[in-house]
Each structure stands twice: as structure tokens, then as C-alpha cells.
């Protein structure tokens, strides 16, 4: 075989075109001899175990209850599977009536847990009988389909079978989701309701079911959503989304603010802090360095985790100041907080009785702009998110706001009876710096916080 120098190549008494990049690699071979080419392939086998050393495979705990979809796992386990998961399944004791433990167990080649009491929970260490070590194991927990029974069992801390027992015992600050699913009825009832509302507040993650036909044979939204979609979710919920936040600071406002008339009363709003906490807990579940909550009053039960560092203000005051001390630390702000935007001029020291039928008159003066404070601290590497909540739609107000204060995205709510203050759920548009905007359609306030977080997580620097 001759090579030319150029692109030809004789071969079998005839020319042959040698393209360009193949003419290089056989220049590079000819040039090699056997040592350097051991050498080569030593270093690859090195790259390929360090590359497989960094890529460490999530490993899912998914649970599985008694529900007619449960006939749809060995799809979500397959695509797990396939996708470099690993994957544990634990198993009610009615889950076994509809799916079998055999089929999901030779797909994750791992004995499926059916019972607390079984070989491979029962693990020793050190003379420690092991039992709840697969909690630890794992990176996320998920739940699917998860039936109106094992939910209230794991609203209500019961924990005597293995999905319950390894529920409590995951901790928070990894990713739980559960996925309903059951008949309409039993899915718009009080009961499934305030029981996924306690584990929606507790951190846990819900990808609500979908409209269609259900298997009593009626037609109703408490359909499990296909096994792509749940797959999607764990997807983003794992790798994607939990890399880009790690090591992240986020600091959060919520609620309302109150400003004293006297001791006993204020000047307040309607604010519940539910979309502030909705973050707070959407955070959580991407393995954030540190989330600072700065919250106004609110019946909400105050996040508990380890890194979080909840602190409670009641006036734009002090909700200024604790913002202030914390604002340079962090990577991104989010304002969600309801501020009063007026304060009495005075706080009367004593009550003020109605000693007459006179009227009487408040002078009230400005507070101060929290938000435009720290969007004038701002430095570059910072992000900074707005709300705005109004009482009509206004895009060129909800702009001229955005770039008055610096902000990089800003989201313009409008009140009504199922977005804005004292409901689940939210809507409006996304505005960012550049002019582009989403719409963000009815949702539940959690749902909102990562469709926006997700919008926020290419504005930090160094995730572009
Ligand atoms: C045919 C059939 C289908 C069922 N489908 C569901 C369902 O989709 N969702 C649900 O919450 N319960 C469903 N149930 C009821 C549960 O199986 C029952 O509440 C059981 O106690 C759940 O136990 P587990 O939560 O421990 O798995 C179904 C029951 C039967 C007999």
C-alpha cells in the first residue's frame, strides 16, 4: 500500500480518493509503534473508569401500591433501566395482586422488597441489624402509582410496610415524588386532597394525574400519566435539574408584611406566603447549597431542613434589613413577599379608642423599596426575580418595574379567584431582560415554582 502525500491512494493497481481526515489517521497509525500504542489504549481504559467513577448511576427507590396502573411500572422501570438508573422496588402487599414482583425484579435484576421482615432488608453491619440503610442508598424516592391509601398513610406517619417505612425514613433534602392515581371521585375527595396537601408541604413533589378514561370505566382526572412523562419527571428531578442548582445560594421573601397603627393593630394584605414556601420546598429538591427564607407572618409550617435558615419579620423594615444581610451571599433572589407599600408616618404607643364616631385620619409614607434596594447592590453574577401582583393586566407596567429595578426576570400575576392571594394555585407571565416572556398557565403554586425555576436555573452565570 503507498500512501501519497496528497488525497490518492494506490491500491490493487488502481487510485483510489482518500478523504482528507481518514489520509490523517493513517499518517498517525503509520507513525505509532506497538509501545506507544499499548500506552494509548491503557490510558483509555483509565478515562473510561474515571468517566464512569464521575457518572455515578442514580439510584431510585420506587415504590409501588395497590392501584390498577400499577400495570404500567415494568414500562417505567424498563425506560429507568435503559437510561443508566438503578433502580429498587418495594412492593405493598397489594401491589403484588397487580403487578409481579418477578417480572420487575428480573428487569432491575434486584430482589423487589415486599416485606419489612425480609432477607434483603434485614441487613447486619457490625452486629447492626440494618433495616432502613436502602433509604440512604438512594437519590430520589418515588412513589407510582401511589393509591389514596398509602398517601394518607404517608401524610399521617404510618410506617408498617415497606413504602411508608422507607418514606419516613428518606431524608428530605433528597427528591420524593408520588404519583396518584385512582378514580375521579376518590381524587377530587377532601380526604386525598388535604392528605397530598400535607405531603406538598412537607417537601414532597406531585405529578397529578391526568384527564381520560379510568378503570371503573368512567371518565375523570385521576389517570397515572404515561410512563415517558413520570420518566421525564424523575429525569429532571435527578441529573438535570439537581447538578445545576448544587452548591447554589437562593434567598426567597415571602408572605406579607405588617405595619403597626398601634399595638393592636396593623396594615397588612392577603399575602399567605404560599408561593414563597412553594419555592422554598421546589428548592429542596434540587440539592441546593442553602435556600434563606425571609418570611412575614403566615400559617404556614416554617421549612425544616438542614440547609435552610428560616428567618420570620414582620414589618418591610425589618424584612429589609434581614434581606440586606444576607443579599451578597447569595446567587439568586427571589421576591415574592407581598411588602406593604405604605406605613403609618405614627405608631401610637397606646390603642386608640373609638371615643367618638369622628372619623380619623392615618397619614401614611412610603416603605422602603426592597426589591430596588437590592437590584442597586445587584452585582453581575447575581439574578434577581419579581412578582408583581395586579389588580389588572399590565405587561408595559409590569417591564418599566422589571428594568426599574434591575430585575432579571420579573412575574406579572393578576388577581382573580384562583390565582394570586389565598389560593393553590397561580397564573400569569414570565418577562425576562431581553424582552422574551412565557405564559404561565393555571397551575398549583408548586408546579409554578419549578416551571420558573427552570426558567431562572440559564440565567445564572456559568450555566449558559
Ligand atoms: C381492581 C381494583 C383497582 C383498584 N385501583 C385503585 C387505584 O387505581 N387507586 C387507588 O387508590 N386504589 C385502588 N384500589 C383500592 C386499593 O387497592 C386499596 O385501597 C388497597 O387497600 C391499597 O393498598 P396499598 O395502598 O397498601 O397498596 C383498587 C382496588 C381494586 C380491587
Known amino acids: 500500500m503507498i500512501v501519497f502525500s496528497g488525497c490518492l491512494l494506490w491500491w490493487k493497481g488502481g487510485y483510489l480518493f482518500l478523504p482528507e481526515v481518514l489520509n490523517e489517521w493513517l499518517g498517525f497509525l503509520a507513525g505509532l509503534n506497538l509501545r506507544s500504542l499499548v500506552r494509548l489504549f491503557k490510558k483509555n481504559e483509565k478515562r473510561k473508569v474515571k468517566l464512569m467513577q464521575e457518572k455515578k448511576r442514580q439510584r431510585i427507590l420506587l415504590g409501588v401500591s395497590g392501584g390498577i396502573s400499577a400495570y404500567k411500572i415494568p414500562v417505567l422501570v424498563r425506560l429507568l433501566i435503559t437510561n443508566g438508573f438503578e433502580v429498587q422496588i418495594l412492593l405493598t402487599k397489594k401491589a403484588k395482586k397487580f403487578v409481579s414482583p418477578v417480572v420487575l425484579e428480573t428487569l432491575t435484576g434486584r430482589t423487589a422488597i415486599t416485606s419489612l421482615f425480609s432477607k434483603s432488608v434485614l441487613t447486619k453491619e457490625d452486629g447492626w441489624t440494618k433495616h432502613i440503610h436502602i433509604s440512604e442508598w438512594a437519590d ?40 396518584p392515581a385512582m378514580d375521579g371521585e376518590m381524587f377530587n375527595s377532601a380526604f386525598v386532597q388535604r392528605n397530598i396537601e400535607v405531603l406538598r408541604s412537607d417537601g414532597v413533589c406531585v ?55 398601634d399595638p393592636v393593630r396593623f396594615i397588612s394584605n392577603f399575602s399567605t406566603g404560599k408561593m414563597g414556601y412553594a419555592f422554598v ?83 401614611l409614607s412610603p416603605t422602603i423599596d426592597i ?86 436555573l440559564p440565567l445564572i452565570v456559568g450555566n449558559k
Open 281 to 363: 420546598s421546589e428548592l429542596l429538591q434540587h440539592s441546593v447549597q442553602k435556600v434563606i427564607l425571609v418570611t412575614g407572618k403566615t400559617n404556614l409550617k416554617k421549612p425544616e431542613a438542614p440547609n435552610v435558615l428560616c428567618i420570620e419579620v414582620e414589618s418591610a423594615e425589618e424584612m429589609y434589613k434581614a434581606v440586606s444581610e444576607h443579599f451578597s451571599s447569595v446567587d439568586v433572589f427571589i421576591s415574592t413577599a407581598a411588602v406593604s407599600d405604605f406605613k403609618p408616618k405614627v405608631i401610637y404607643e397606646k390603642k386608640q379608642k373609638k371615643t367618638s364616631m369622628n372619623d380619623i385620619v392615618i397619614e
Open 371 to 456: 426589591l430596588r434596594e437590592m437590584g442597586l447592590k445587584k452585582i453581575n453574577q447575581q439574578v434577581l426575580v419579581g412578582f408583581s401582583l395586579e389588580t389588572e393586566y399590565n405587561e408595559q407596567n409590569a417591564i418599566k418595574k422589571m428594568v426599574e429595578k434591575n430585575c432579571d426576570a420579573f412575574i406579572l400575576n393578576v388577581l382573580s379567584r384562583e390565582s394570586g392571594f389565598e389560593t393553590n394555585t397561580n397564573k400569569g407571565t414570565m418577562i425576562f431582560k431581553d424582552g422574551s416572556r412565557i405564559i404561565l398557565p393555571l397551575m398549583t403554586k408548586r408546579d409554578m415554582a419549578a416551571v420558573i425555576l427552570d426558567h431562572v
Open 140 to 179: 430520589m424516592f418515588v412513589l407510582a402509582p401511589a393509591t389514596a391509601n398509602t398517601i394518607a398513610k404517608m401524610a399521617h406517619g404510618f410506617a408498617n410496610d415497606p413504602v411508608s417505612l422507607f418514606f419516613m425514613a428518606f431524608g428530605k433534602a433528597k427528591p420524593r415524588l408520588i404519583v
Open 207 to 261: 405529578l397529578n394525574p391526568e384527564f381520560g378514561e379510568l378503570a371503573s370505566g368512567l371518565v375523570g382526572l385521576g389517570r397515572m400519566p404515561e410512563p415517558q412523562t413520570i420518566f421525564t419527571e424523575i429525569q429532571k428531578k435527578t441529573s438535570i435539574c439537581g447538578n445545576k442548582w448544587k452548591g447554589k445560594k437562593v434567598l426567597v421573601t415571602a408572605g406579607a408584611t405588617r405595619e403597626k397603627i
